[in-house]
């Protein structure tokens, strides 16, 4: 049976189509899921895609955490369903305290759009048991509120707990505290990270490699040996 | 009709890069002697009915959960009264 990877369009959001593509390169059945959606039909894992949803208006995230598709995401997210969230949907998920912390406009003010290079620090997530701890890989980064912050408490806590997921490598590009790039519930279920996997999934786009397939081809390894 | 303003603002330890950026720019446009800009968002609120302290009461949490978010923003609510001054009816920090 294939696995059933749910991909959320909000009002606003961008990659859901490249979301939805890379889901389908690694090997699982793309499930499009509407932000006025209670249902999540029956979907194996949710991925939330990169954006702006709602225009970012209040706060990055901050409208799409009360959407009705949210209710369900959050309900299941808690009951175990892995949820991966890419840059808008990172933020989506700091907003609604499935992962710890908040993001921040970048220090410099200044959109960024580059190649990333960053370190696998936890490959025993759900959505990167495909890494092996310390792997480096190099992925698009595009966003401007991607600061990610939390307090001095809730910092140790994450390296503490080796809930630090990914690392940004060789320079911070937007002032995120301790280089963090991505962080993982206590679980490992639920994943959050700026940079965007979804844009490196084939040769022939993006960083010209499929450094980012692994979180893909990770989620459909753990829904298959389920 | 009545006015309840909510004022949001970063929490102070949180660096605020666009305050920054104006307060770089003052000497620029020849305002000395400022030494620290903060920015942060004003909500005005248009109250049907009373505002009583039940309502004021739902106000404050809507703008715990929704208008601020508490892990980086403080947040004041006030009353506006109808000559337009304000009066603080609770602080979150």
């Not at chain 1, 299941?76 to 933020?91: D, E, T, Y």
């Not at chain 2, 309840?4 to 000497?27: S, W």
């Amino acid at each position: 049976m294939t696995a059933r990877i749910g991909v959320v369009t909000f009002p606003g959001t961008l990659d859901d189509r490249d979301t939805q593509r890379a889901v389908r390169v690694a090997g699982a059945e793309a499930v499009p899921l509407w932000h006025k959606d209670k249902d999540l039909k029956q979907v194996d894992a949710v991925v939330l895609p990169g954006g702006f949803s709602y225009g970012d208006y209040l706060r990055a995230g901050a409208i799409s955490r009360f959407s009705p598709v949210m209710e369900s995401v959050i309900e299941q997210a808690k009951a175990g369903m892995p949820v991966l969230g890419i840059c808008n949907g990172f933020q989506v998920l700091t907003e609604t305290h499935l992962l710890p912390g908040a993001m921040l406009r970048n220090n410099h003010l200044h959109f960024i759009c580059r190649d990333q290079k960053l370190r696998v620090e936890n490959a025993e997530t759900a959505w990167t048991a495909d890494y092996t701890a310390g792997q480096e890989i190099s992925v698009p980064l595009k966003n401007i509120d991607g600061q990610y912050t939390a307090d001095e408490r809730t910092l140790d806590m994450l390296e503490a707990e080796g809930r630090v997921a990914f690392r940004y490598l060789d320079m911070n590009p937007n002032g995120s505290l301790r280089d963090i790039a991505g962080i993982t519930n206590e679980a490992g279920n639920v994943v959050g990270l700026m940079p965007h996997p979804e844009h490196a999934v084939e040769p022939l786009v993006g960083t010209g490699r499929t450094d980012g397939l692994g979180f893909f081809t990770s989620i459909l390894k753990k829904l298959v040996n389920a | 009709m009545a006015r309840v303003v909510v004022d949001v603002m970063l929490k102070p330890e949180i660096l605020d890069p666009q305050g920054q950026a104006v307060q770089r720019a003052l000497p620029r446009l020849g305002f000395q002697g400022i030494s620290d800009v903060r920015q942060g968002k004003r909500f005005e609120l248009e109250v049907d009915g009373p505002v009583d302290e039940a309502a004021l009461a739902r106000i404050h949490e809507l703008a715990e959960t929704f208008l601020a978010n508490t892990v980086i923003e403080d947040f004041v609510v006030k009353v506006e009264d109808a000559e337009g001054s304000e009066k603080v009816a609770g602080a979150a920090k």
